[in-house]
């Protein structure tokens, strides 16, 4: 069975650091490609960063972008975010997702796109 599972969140300062990671179990993470989303409160759930479906180029958020880094290892299955400089707008749920990699189609880092999804793990920031 496909499962994502998300691991890493928990309090932190502002300015603070954290890094999430998601294990990948039931398909091999090489041949997809991976996301991080998050969902505050009363808020819709968003795209945080994104790889590209075809060329495994990758996408930020402007709210994040230079601060946060995605990545990924397929040799063990998973997924990381390293968050730094977080603030406390960062506090979420925050998600990832996976959907298959395909020659000639590109992300738009929307939520409807893909196809496998963890639980989520909160991230507060706080002081």
């Known amino acids: 069975q496909v499962q994502l599972v998300e691991s890493g969140g928990g309090l932190v300062q502002p300015g603070g650091s954290l890094r999430l990671s998601c294990a990948a179990s039931?398909?091999?993470?090489?041949?997809?490609?991976p996301a991080w989303f998050r969902q505050a409160p009363g808020k819709e759930r968003e795209g945080v960063s994104c790889?590209?479906?075809?060329?495994?180029?990758?996408w930020y958020a402007d709210s994040v972008k230079d601060r946060f880094t995605i990545s990924r290892d397929n040799a063990t299955n998973t997924i990381y975010m390293e968050m730094t400089s977080l603030k406390p707008e960062g506090t979420a749920v925050y998600y990832c997702a996976a959907v298959a990699a395909a020659w000639a189609i590109q992300t738009v880092c929307s939520d409807y796109e893909y196809d496998y999804w963890g639980q989520g793990t909160q991230v507060t920031v706080s002081s």
């Open positions: 039931g398909f091999t993470l090489a041949y997809y490609a």
């Open positions: 790889y590209d479906r075809n060329d495994g180029s990758t």
